[in-house]
DNA sequence: ATCGTCATTTGT
DNA sequence: CAAATGACGATC
């Protein structure tokens, strides 16, 4: 028997705030049907510290839950009785309304839920760095400092308009040889003087440490804060802290960045927004550049995507009136390019009597050589191990070797189905009719050579010449000036003082040549990100690209003419009916679930359906059959289509459905 | 997980 | 015909 003394004191403790006792929380559970707000009564001795943003737990259906509280109120629309909030975590406002709006916007575009946008946007709470104090950092003296935004067309108009506070909004193409991070910083600092927020993101680490370095150069460092993933859960909330307190005004990150939860927001970068690391693996799988568009819109706040190339997204963009592009002239551009060749046409072999096992095309081989003898490094890109795996002679094993210029053959790896005859890896020359030269053999086989075995082979055709590789999991950041060749593979290539006096751009031919939507856009992208780093034209500085010079995509290069480029790429994807022209969903799951949900999704009268079509999802415990059915509307239906697919989903959780489904908008790889 | 609602079964 | 049991759905 329960003393009834007890009870009544029990009852007693949770009397009701007296001021605004209703909270409106969001509670983290995975449902979709359960993604609102439920209300929460607030008991006296939680009145002070349930401030709005903080972090809460409650009783959801009887299990005790995280949540986040949104606002305090006075009143509720909920007939029934309300639970008390079980405890205050912190009164830390982790959740501002700009960042709670933020998710809401998050969500909605990606038929996903809020607190699956706020899994990616908060990170977890470190107790005892949340108990420190957050210092004010200095803001930079009004009249800002110099930039170099005027090499580019409306770049001084850029500059003044974020002095200003007046919202830009910018497609920018940088220079090849452009210091970039210089740029950024730039920007930033003259958003920061205005008294506003800056946020800039970039693919990965080493591009956040200098793009960091750049704007502590022009801002005091305690102002600048570096997010990336590889800090660890102190270090990252402690400066996550610092942006969220208003105490640094300057966030320079990786990808979980674009969430900064900055004060005034003034200006929001993505640099290189064709990257794809840009585009977050996790649900609802929000891409920076997306997401920024978004967060630049709700706060008034301007945008800029830069870049040495420039994606068919980023050119929508410009082409529907969004944003303004920002290039240099064209004089301006060759001034500062460097003289780029292809080796499709012109064909001659090096005549060098020491490059008897590996020669390269004549023009790559000369480039690098002049490169050398001008004591300059030379930049050699080569596809990540395993991209495009080489061949071998199937019966001797010896390399298989192109007959015009020996360098090795390979096939596309990735999704080729089609039959596709080799070619060579350095100069692009198609090979159907091969011939082992050993054995005789025309059979092949295919063997994995990554940048060391490249490394080995160049250096057989330079004796004497330093060879560096960097990719996979020893990238350099940086390496020493001077002769020597440097063997990277696409976004490892290391940055050297005074630029590099040449670039070899190898596997050409099998990057465009993969049966993706984007390999024309992506090859280009990644060639301009190596070529840009290589000195100017009269400075000698010398491109070769190890394909057909007759090609659309080498041609954009030679021509250092990103914007043409991404204006035919979107054309065609205009053509094709293909993203960013149309908005597309994905479904994704076991078929029957498939099927039934696309059966019931509400779709726009404008809706086509394609598919199911059986793909296959690799697995630690066994790989899965599953179809993917895709779904496209046109633009302006994209909002339409996203509702319905939340619809959708939160029925079929409302509903226990056991089969789970992806849902993703407009993914990365469509075809 | 847990609670309330409603239909169905079981006990008088 | 009332009480006990169970299925189901919402979840404050």
Redesign the pocket.
Known sequence: MISPAITVIGVNERRPAEQRPIARVLVDVP?P??DRP????VQAAHAADAVPGCRVKV?????LVQGYLLDRVDT?E?V????YLERVISPEPVLSPELAAVARAVADRYAGTVADVLRLAVPPRHARVEAEASEPAARPQAPGVPTQWQRYERGAALVKALSSGVQAKAVWQALPNEDWPRRLAELAATVAAAGRSAVIVVPDHRDVARVHAACVALMSDDAVVALSADLGPARRYRRWLRVRRGAAHVVVGTRAAMFAPVHRPGLFVVWDDGDDLHAEPRAPYPHVRDVLVLRAHQDGASFVAGGFARTAEAQLLVESGWAHEVIARRSVVREHAPRVSGTGDDFEQARDPAANTARLPAVAFEAARAALDAEAPVLVQVPRRGYVPALACAQCRTPARCRRCAGPLGLPAKGSHEARPPACRWCGAVEPTFRCAACGSARLRAQVVGAGRTAEELGRAFPGTTVRTSGGDEVLATVPSGPQLVVATPGAEPVVEGGYGAALLLDGWALLGRPDLRAAEETLRRWMTAAAMVRPADQGGRVVVGADTALRTVQALIRWDPAGHAQRELAEREELGFPPARRMASVQGVAHAVAKTVAEIDLPASAEVLGPVPVHVPRATGDEEHERALIRVPRGDGKALAAALARVQAQRT??KEPDSIRVQLDPLEVI
């Open positions: 449902l049907h359960l439920f209300d929460y009564r009783r959801f259906a009887g299990q509720t909920h029934g009785r309300l639970a409302a509903r």
